[in-house]
């Protein structure tokens, strides 16, 4: 059984960091990309990227240079550290196993993430 579980969201000021995890389970995980994503009042965004076979990464626009997106096989888990948040990254955050720029088939149940002072 497929299965992703996000934690590490909750309410931080801006320009604080924040980690999310994301931890697979029930599929080989070098077959697939893995992403990550919010969904937030304006709409659904794709964060970032990362394929669990060779490590290639890619990342919204706005998020370039501020979140990191790390691949731990090892341990199962997929990271998004944000750093230097701003009030417009607050959403709830998923990750979901499928393509990068492709098609996602298998999704965690999100995990809030706000950027309030």
């Known amino acids: 059984q497929v299965q992703l579980v996000e934690s590490g969201g909750g309410l931080v000021q801006p320009g604080e960091s924040l980690t999310l995890s994301c931890v697979a389970s029930g599929f080989t995980l070098e077959d697939y990309d893995i992403g990550w994503f919010r969904q937030a009042p304006g709409g659904e965004q794709t964060v970032a990227c990362i394929s669990m076979s060779d490590g290639v990464t890619s990342y919204l626009d706005s998020v370039k240079g501020r979140f990191t997106i790390i691949r731990d096989n090892a341990k199962r888990t997929i990271y998004l550290q944000m750093d230097s948040l701003k009030p417009e990254d607050t959403a709830v955050y998923y990750c979901?196993?499928?393509?990068?720029?492709?098609?996602?088939?298998?999704w965690g149940q999100g995990t809030q993430v706000t950027v309030s002072s």
């Open positions: 979901a196993r499928g393509r990068c720029g492709g098609i996602y088939t298998d």
